[in-house]
């Protein structure tokens, strides 16, 4: 869901979440609609579905980006964001008490985070401190392991 292309304008990218990944798909969809719609005025499916995507198989990825390249005319680049700030970003956002995310995420690491959470949360505007959600960051051993919102950017590529 991170890696879109566009033939007609000649771009690649990656856009690993948390390196304002959102807008930059606002903006890039609302180049190739060609509609005069603006970034704002996309609707949630227009944007994370407006552009082609490259296949989620890294065996069909590599052929699929033969005539793709800067080589072949084609932009490609990558968003970045300082780590910290990306990892900040994801608790900050997914982390506050009654988002959706909370779910997926208590399912898969409620228990740890449980664990290791120092602080008393209950009068808080998020489930989890951030000092709990960074121990289980530190002692996830693999990116696989991590919800995809605070995976290192080195997963995507």
């Excluded at 690993?16 to 509609?35: C, F, H, M, Y």
């Excluded at 990825?61 to 793709?68: E, L, P």
């Excluded at 910290?84 to 409620?110: E, N, T, V």
Aim: charged share 30%; aromatic share 18%.
């Amino acid at each position: 869901m991170e890696h879109f292309y566009n033939d007609t304008y000649k771009f690649s990218v990656c856009l690993p979440t948390k390196t304002g990944s959102t807008n930059w798909l606002k903006a890039l969809v609302s180049l190739v609609r060609d509609d005069g719609s603006e970034p704002e005025q996309l609707s949630e499916h227009d944007v994370w579905y407006g552009l082609d995507h490259f296949p989620n198989h890294a065996k069909e990825v590599k052929q699929f980006r033969k005539g793709k390249s800067p080589d072949d005319g084609y932009m490609t680049f990558v968003t970045v964001r300082h780590p910290l700030s990306r990892l900040y970003s994801a608790w900050k956002d997914k982390f506050r008490s009654g988002h959706p995310w909370m779910k997926p995420i208590r399912k898969m690491f409620g228990a740890f985070l449980d664990d290791l959470e120092t602080k008393d949360m209950t009068d808080e505007l998020y489930e989890y401190s951030f000092e709990a959600f960074l121990e289980l960051v530190a002692i996830t051993d693999y990116d696989f392991q991590r919800d995809r919102h605070w995976q290192s950017v080195m997963f995507y590529w």
